[in-house]
């Protein structure tokens, strides 16, 4: 484990960087009134929780330039405290992607934090383009089977113009700075004077932005798996790369491992370059549906499966039995894998809206053609984006969006060793100018260190001192890591009789 405390002692609380794009007063008067009756909280039920919670929305402006034009519905909920107690903040959490609903998340912030919201509650926002708030979706009849397509050869920028085509709402204005204002609605017509934040993934940004902009809202920041301002999120194609060389070098270094399996790497490669030049067809049963299917392996669905894996412990562990099942003949293994990369409720058209605005423009041709270079993967997302981009024809931020976050907020940033695309040296270039910071590295996690080692006990620490200075970060040692999987049952060798 590495700590990074650097300047985190002896500072005040100041107010730096009032932002020039914070919402003027008018502005917010105006709606107060139009959203005034929507701000009667409803008994509502989300999926995993069994108690009720409350649920609203507000009516607020798609294009805030344009007050009186086209408006959106952002929902929210609150997750009440179990015992409230006066001079509490909630916390807000912001999930990732970017596209992803924090409602539909509802069951595991609730979960993961149990003893904050003893006292505090909790409150998710699902933002602009994604949840309840006008999901922007393409339709996935897009594609059609993914198990039967080839990936490899689909008409991309067509697909994307019809996806673009069917969008319910105006792309320009799903980007994080709009959304950034509707949190501000949300936190005024709720009456909250200021409130505590934890991003996760993408939501880093947000929350990054909140810091920038309106830094007298927010009593303390939790940044987990962060993206920092000073980096594209198109640029992930290195750590995605090194994490496998991580899975690679782990397994070498464990007797067991390295014994049942001594070529994987080469494994592979092999394996890869034989699917570049032809894929692969396999009857097989549908593990959803129970149908007969054809199952057509391209070299990119087996790339990004195992790149989806390499997210959690849990898959992670299997990769190894993955890569040489399949290299042997048995892609059984690997259709389980496919099979369980769920929608993960990504809205799609919202993604791009904030990737095409806020990262690609961020990277020069130069970059690009070094990026599609270093892996099939990251040319496979430079291509994407290349194709959809010009179509979204997003407005593109100012140069000091990729400034670092200049902030005494109390903050305290969660990167895990093994992270595939939110790499420990990016927790490092965001804490760059954060003077009130703690930058923990879990050895064993991955993506989302908040569920995976003791970080809620940390989170919760921070958030009843307001403070960096109590907290006993030395459970983050803790050895919580899983063995790789030596046979469909196991991490145990095989006996053989």
Request: hydrophobic share 40%; proline share 7%; net charge negative.
């Amino acid at each position: 484990m590495r700590i990074l405390p650097k300047g985190r002692r002896g500072l005040s609380m100041g107010l730096p960087l009032l932002s020039v794009t914070a919402l003027p007063l008018l502005l917010m008067l105006s709606f107060s009134s139009k959203a005034e009756s929507q701000l009667q909280l409803e008994p509502c039920y989300l999926d995993g929780l069994s108690e009720k919670v409350e649920c609203g929305s507000l009516t607020l402006p798609e294009n805030y330039d344009a007050p009186d034009g086209n408006t959106i519905e952002v929902h929210f909920a609150r997750l009440p405290a179990i015992k409230p107690t006066p001079g509490k903040q909630p916390l807000l959490l912001i999930s990732g992607g970017p596209g992803q609903s924090a409602i539909d998340s509802a069951e595991m912030f609730d979960l993961l934090f149990s003893k904050v919201r003893r006292k505090h509650d909790l409150i998710l926002v699902d933002q602009r383009g994604t949840g309840r708030s006008n999901a922007l979706t393409c339709p996935t009849e897009l594609l059609g089977d993914a198990l039967e397509i080839n990936d490899e050869t689909q008409p991309m920028p067509e697909l994307m113009r019809q996806c673009y085509e069917q969008l319910s709402g105006d792309v320009r204005f799903y980007d994080s700075q709009s959304a950034l204002k509707d949190l501000e609605q949300v936190r005024a017509h709720l009456n909250i004077n200021s409130w505590h934040v934890y991003g996760i993934s993408y939501g880093t940004r947000m929350a990054q932005l909140y810091m920038r902009h309106h830094p007298e809202a927010l009593k303390t920041v939790t940044l987990d798996g962060v993206v920092p301002m000073q980096e594209s999120v198109m640029a992930i194609g290195p750590a995605i790369s090194n994490a496998m060389d991580g899975v690679f070098a782990q397994c070498a270094a464990d007797e067991s491992c390295q014994q049942r399996y001594p070529n994987l790497k080469a494994q592979l490669d092999k394996l890869s370059d034989e699917l570049s030049q032809k894929p692969k067809q396999v009857a097989i049963l549908d593990p959803l549906s129970a149908e007969s299917k054809t199952f057509l392996i391209t070299q990119t669905k087996l790339l990004s499966s195992l790149r989806m894996a390499l997210y959690s412990p849990q898959s992670r562990s299997l990769i190894p039995f993955i890569i040489d099942s399949a290299a042997n003949g048995n892609v059984q293994p690997l259709l389980g894998l496919q099979g369980s990369e769920e929608e993960m409720g990504l809205a799609m058209g919202m993604h791009l809206a904030v990737v095409c605005s806020e990262d690609a423009g961020r990277v020069s041709e130069l970059a690009k053609q070094e990026l599609k270079h270093h892996s099939h993967l990251s040319k496979t997302l430079i291509e994407l984006f290349d194709a959809a981009c010009p179509i979204w024809n997003m407005p593109q931020v100012g140069e000091d969006f990729s400034q670092p976050i200049d902030s005494s907020i109390p903050t305290l940033l969660l990167s895990g060793e093994h992270d595939p695309v939110t790499p420990p040296a990016w927790g490092e270039l965001a804490a760059e100018k954060l003077g009130n910071r703690l930058h923990l590295i879990s050895p064993y996690a991955t993506h989302g260190v908040i569920m995976q080692s003791c970080a809620p006990k940390l989170v919760h620490q921070l958030i009843e001192d307001n403070s960096l200075d109590n907290i006993d970060s030395e459970c983050m040692g803790d050895d919580t890591h899983r063995a790789f999987y030596l046979n469909a049952n196991s991490v145990e060798p095989t006996t053989r009789l």
